[in-house]
């Protein structure tokens, strides 16, 4: 191998490193990271044991968003674990929780 292609390589290596350090990074932060108030309700909206959407919930949670009373980057994050997750009946009341925005 000439100097030039492992030079490209060692590149893409330490660009592929610095990309998957923050994902994994990312994601310890999310197991370690103490529940917020963000994630605890949309959790309760998303429960799996719910067959129906929780309205009153889902208002709630937009309406506090619509206040600036919360940091919707949180919510955004919480919605997008629920999505990810394997449970379907979570992932559909996500999508709900989603519309009423």
Known sequence: MDKLKISEWGEKLKTGGAQMSRIVSDKVKDILQAPTLE????DEAT???LEDPNWGMNMRICAQ???????ATEIVRAIKRK???KIPASQRLSLELLEGH
């Not at 994630?39 to 949309?42: A, L, T």
């Not at 968003?65 to 940091?71: A, T």
């Open 39 to 42: 994630s605890k309700m949309v």
């Open 47 to 49: 429960l799996e044991t």
């Open 65 to 71: 968003i619509n206040n600036n009373e919360f940091n």
């Open 83 to 85: 999505i990810s997750g």
